[in-house]
């Protein structure tokens, strides 16, 4: 195949069903694969690692399956540069803030760079033609391969009959006839393929592996980028989204909520620079007010804090508070009724 040894090819990884298989079609044809998987900072799977919640069935662990599948896996963290992709987009926004086209370019040229850097010969992907709406229509596959600067050198192994030959087959690196034609929405071809290769541990299909799609999170960004702007938008605010509940008081200053344990020591762990308040005599949530709250608005977030306590319908809660860049023991105390659940939610964001 490669006269001077093997042929290497390496597969964008997300450790979903479809991407295992690309992987699995390859290794079959006896090529030294390399998955890589990058971290955006928008993926759930990370925001449960953070938080301290399990993945669940629905969710790829990336690790886990390239281990499965015997392929050394790279992950690489791309969150930085991968903002700039969000917040403006060529080829615009999906159902949510979710910028599938021009992430999907900016993958591969990532991938592409990795490609000629480690001295690998191309890059395959498990994209399915017709299967997602606006990132894998026939045209959009082929705008992106152009766009990626991997022309020739994109290999779509499900699809790949589908798709008029690449370099690795028209050199032979890889023999077209033990690629597959799949297309359309539908999983069932893909599921028998999994079935054939012996694969049973794999994520159930659901909406996809980022949280730019989900409509609550996309109203938090663009609120975010209304009162804060796209310059204050750094990768660990981006993260910060996706945690808690997140109320905009009447004065503009945003106030989150820890739901739960994980995110309540999320919210200690990795706080911006603010204040930091939780009930002092009965279990309640970790809350955040970025920035420098008022006296008003530090009253109100006590409040708030309050009403998501165990004394939610108390009329009087000791709250504690202090700044972020302090120590708790510089803790101050302040005693408050609950703001009306119905109130809050006029406030959610």
């Known amino acids: ?21 690309a992987v699995r079609v390859m290794l079959e044809q006896g ?74 370019i900016f993958l591969l040229r990532q991938a592409k760079a990795w490609m000629e850097a480690h001295d ?45 030959p690449t370099l690795p087959e028209i050199r032979g690196w890889i023999d077209r006839d033990r690629l597959y034609g799949i ?66 008081l009447p004065s503009g200053r945003k106030v989150i909520v820890g739901r739960h344990a994980g995110e309540n020591a999320y919210l200690e762990a990795r706080p911006e620079v603010g204040i930091l308040l939780t009930t002092l005599d009965c279990p309640g949530p970790v809350t955040l007010v970025p920035g420098q709250p008022s006296d008003e608005e530090l009253a109100l977030a006590a409040q708030i804090t309050a009403s998501y306590s165990d004394e939610g319908q108390s009329d009087a809660v000791r709250v504690s508070f202090h700044r972020t860049d302090a120590s708790p023991q510089s803790a101050r105390v302040i005693t408050v009724a609950p703001v009306a659940r119905e109130q809050l939610h006029l406030w959610m964001v």
């Open 120 to 164: 690998h010969h191309f890059v395959f992907t498990g994209e399915v033609v017709g299967q997602r709406p606006k990132s894998q229509m026939r045209p959009t596959l082929t705008l992106v391969e152009r766009e990626s600067g991997l022309g020739g050198l994109l290999v779509r192994p499900l699809s790949a009959k589908l798709l008029a």
């Open 31 to 104: 090529l030294a694969v390399t998955a890589l998987h990058f971290r955006t900072g928008f993926s759930y799977i990370e925001r449960a690692r953070l938080t301290g919640r399990e993945i669940s069935e629905s969710q790829a662990d990336v690790e886990r399956a390239a281990a499965q599948l015997g392929a050394p896996l790279e992950v690489i963290d791309v969150s930085d540069g991968f903002l700039r992709v969000v917040l403006d987009p060529q080829y615009g926004y999906g159902s949510g803030m979710n910028p599938c086209i021009d992430c999907r």
């Open 1 to 21: 195949m490669g006269g001077d040894g093997p042929i290497r090819a390496v597969g964008l990884f997300s450790g979903g069903l479809d991407s295992t298989l």
């Open 183 to 248: 297309g359309g929405r539908g999983r069932r071809e893909q599921i028998a393929l999994a079935e054939r290769f012996g694969i049973q541990d794999y994520p159930q299909p659901s909406g996809g592996c980022c949280y730019l799609i989900d409509q609550t999170y996309s109203r938090r960004l663009r609120d975010f980028l209304d009162h804060e702007g796209a310059d204050a938008l750094t990768s660990e605010r981006a993260q910060h989204l996706a945690v808690g509940r997140h109320v905009r």
